[in-house]
């Protein structure tokens, strides 16, 4: 015989919540855990995105099932989901990151007083799969800079454009979303640094090196003012109409170079981030130090690259060693 039902209970309906009428439908409860992750969080976009996709997600699952009000969702209810999603499926991460947007939903609710208690505190999800990042050797990531260079010979505004953001993706390790989000006077060129905005709204100061120095001049003096309109503000990377240019642009300009090089992998931005640590560490830099230039809250998110160093040792060993 299955057990009762054991609900979250709600303690009082808050007729206001930061002077806004909140219902617990799940219409109401949304919209006022948007509000917060807006302007109490202060998460970026992108997480605002995810974690109320994660919870409509929710949303549209429970209410098939006669769930109308997350007061009324039980643990049972969202281990329900997770299976749902694992067979119609999903990845393990995918999994494991909708199962983080429901406890930070739900705990949010509990925390504000809008249910007695929290369904989601014993919600285990799948590990993720322990995936090593996909690299550039040395030599790729070099053939590719210089294809870069060749590429901005012609002095075409895009190619000097498409330069300098590569060579300051792999000499600071930056993500996609801090590179297009720099404005021009984030920039010293003087002192090779550079000031980003990481996740968190956290600043950070990283350096990067005399190529990447070199190219960046090189779209400042010829490329951007071609491109530069009344309106483009102090964006530092712009399209040809003069916008600022966003990571989907990004990515094509990555893949677009990347395609020149015999063997090297299909990779993307995110994956130039990738290289350059593990290329700082296997040249000795100190774990902590790539941890800060990277931007990682947690060492243990930097510690895969020691990974990725270890099986490249592994991989060399084993092809030159001849009792390997």
């Known amino acids: 015989m299955c057990p009762p039902r054991t609900a979250a209970r709600l303690v009082s309906t808050p007729e206001l919540h930061d002077g806004v009428a909140v219902s617990l439908t799940w219409d109401g409860a949304i919209e006022a855990y948007t509000r917060h992750l807006e302007h109490e969080a202060d998460r970026s976009a992108h997480t605002i995105r995810a974690y109320v996709g994660d919870a409509r997600a929710l949303r549209e699952h429970l209410l098939t099932r006669g769930i109308r009000s997350p ?18 499926g999903a990845a393990r991460g995918s999994i494991a990151r909708r199962a983080a947007s429901a406890r930070s939903f739900l705990r949010w609710a509990h925390r504000r ?3 007695e208690s929290d369904p989601s505190i014993r919600l285990a999800s799948p ?5 090593l990042p996909a690299v550039l050797t040395e030599d790729d990531a070099t053939a590719v800079m210089d294809v870069a260079a060749m590429a901005a010979d012609d002095r075409d505004p895009i190619n000097l454009r498409d330069r300098a953001m590569l060579e300051l993706l792999y000499a600071s390790g930056v993500r996609v979303g801090e590179l297009t989000g720099l404005d021009v006077d984030d920039l010293d060129l003087h002192e090779r640094t550079m000031r980003v905005l990481g996740k968190g709204a956290k600043e950070r100061t990283v350096p990067f090196g005399l190529p990447a120095r070199e190219a960046v001049r090189e779209w400042l003096a010829h490329g951007r003012p071609s491109v530069a309109t009344a309106t483009s503000g102090p964006a530092l990377f712009l399209g040809r109409r003069g916008r600022r240019v966003d990571p989907r642009q990004v990515r094509q300009a990555v893949h677009r170079l990347i ?6 992998p299909d990779i993307g931005p995110h994956a130039l981030r990738h290289s350059a640590a593990t290329h700082l560490l296997d040249h000795g830099a100190d774990l902590r130090t790539v941890q800060e230039l990277l931007g990682h809250s947690s060492l243990a998110t930097t510690q895969i690259y020691t990974h990725v160093s270890v099986e490249r040792l592994r991989a060399s060993f084993e092809q030159a060693h001849p009792r390997a």
């Open 259 to 264: 395609e020149h090089v015999p063997h090297a």
């Open 113 to 115: 007083g809008f249910l």
């Open 71 to 88: 007061r009324e969702v039980t643990l049972g209810d969202l281990r329900g989901w997770l299976a749902h999603l694992s067979e119609a």
């Open 127 to 131: 590990r993720r799969a322990s995936r």
